[in-house]
């Protein structure tokens, strides 16, 4: 019997917005309100060892049910809620047997999802579809590899003929912040390898993701009285603007794909004598990621030659690396995730690229290989968000024919 959808309907009602600016772990304590419930379902299911640490990290344990010697592995999905939309007050709502019909959501009739407008939307004629009302995301991303995880978990917990090895769950904080995984324990979790269930479309598994730096360059312009500025000001928020609007096209997101690169600036603040803009930089190479800063930095010397009396420094620094490096180590990890999603009944699966990155990416170079399978979540991070019943309980019957896999392989 699926539970996901069910377990679904209730995590996304339970705000878990994280906080970049926050210097807290996790950035906002209302995520722990969440960690919470499950904890509390985990031990329903008699996993007694669920538990909340400080830092809002759940870690329980599927206890093994063979003889054999099975690797440890682990099951991994976030929390949190993007802050790029609202996640306070989610109204989910389930529209039944889709059949390709324009879905308008009631508490803001212009948001309207279309199937022009979402390519997988065409696959789930006949599926359950769930949405948001209008006036907040979601929270697929990550809710519904969340829900899917607990599904498999009561799956296997109420099926002791499903032989496996020992499966450790980990529900983690603060990812869409970039800091999902600063305070987990790997010595805690005791895991040899992982799998994060926060990707998109039914039957995908990622192998690799982006590499990625964060930028922060500072302007320090000159200040004058703008009745008397004639040839003495210059202005950093100009400045700051100015190197924005050289950015080209071809190395922004809104005109990339594949595997191409990108700078993308994240929020701009200041003011007359001092503007301060922040920048992600993505490529799937590191000699990619630093050909993008030079030419950021390229862009600011040249700005700046207008300004004479002004100065810039930008400073880069690494946040993850595409974990593809460390899975071409560990095939295997790879190859047992691609035959549970055959398993499933997705026969042409083959592994691919994501164009972002999970927690798997630093868990992978913590020493947990990790790559990315499908949750069923779409559209994320914003009011267009949804995702699909179906999906999610494909997600979990994956992750119960991966742990037959490790099993039967041992």
Request: aromatic share 6%.
């Amino acid at each position: 019997m699926n539970t996901a959808l069910e377990r679904f309907l209730k995590y996304v009602q339970i705000d878990t917005q994280s906080d970049p600016n926050s210097p807290t772990q996790p950035s906002t304590e209302k995520q722990k309100d969440l960690g919470r419930v499950l904890v509390q379902e985990l031990i329903e299911m008699g996993i007694t060892d669920a538990e909340l640490d400080e830092f809002g990290y759940v870690y329980a344990t599927i206890p093994a049910n063979t003889d054999k010697k099975v690797p440890v592995i682990c099951y991994c999905s976030h929390m949190d809620t993007a802050p790029d939309c609202s996640g306070k007050d989610v109204k989910p709502i389930v529209h039944r047997n889709y059949q390709g019909q324009d879905i308008v959501l009631p508490d803001d009739p212009s948001i309207v999802i279309k199937m022009s407008g979402h390519p997988d939307l065409p696959a789930q004629i006949g599926n359950d579809i769930v949405t948001a009302s209008g006036t907040t995301l979601l929270g697929a991303d990550n809710k519904s590899g969340v829900a899917a995880i607990m599904d498999a978990a009561h799956t296997l917990m109420t099926n002791p003929g499903i032989k496996h090895g020992k499966i450790r769950i980990l529900f983690t904080p603060d990812e869409e912040i970039g800091r999902g995984v600063d305070k987990v324990n790997i010595k805690k979790l005791g895991a040899k390898y992982g799998y994060t269930i926060d990707g998109e479309t039914a039957g995908t598994i990622e192998n690799e993701t982006f590499s990625a730096d964060g930028a922060i360059l500072t302007i320090n312009g000159v200040s004058a009285h703008p009745g008397y500025a004639k040839g003495t000001m210059e202005h950093s928020i100009k400045i700051a603007a100015k190197i924005v609007s050289k950015l080209p096209n071809k190395f922004s997101p809104e005109h990339t794909e594949g595997r191409q690169g990108f700078i993308h600036p994240t929020s701009i603040e200041g003011g007359l004598e001092k503007a301060t803009v922040k920048f992600i930089i993505r490529d799937f190479t590191d000699g990619g990621l630093k050909k993008l800063a030079k030419l950021l930095q390229t862009i600011t010397d040249g700005v700046l030659k207008d300004y004479p009396n002004s100065t810039a420094d930008l400073k880069v620094f690494e946040q993850y690396r595409n974990m593809g490096k460390v899975l071409k180590r560990h095939p295997q990890v790879v190859q047992y995730a691609v035959e549970a999603i055959q398993r499933a009944g997705y026969k042409d699966t083959q592994a691919g690229s994501i164009r972002g990155g999970t927690d798997g990416s630093r868990l992978s170079f913590m020493g947990l290989p990790c790559p990315n399978i499908f949750a069923g979540e779409h559209a994320f991070h914003s009011k267009y968000e949804w995702a699909s019943v179906q999906e999610m309980e494909k997600a979990a019957e994956t992750m119960v024919h991966l742990a037959q896999i490790w099993e039967e392989r041992s």
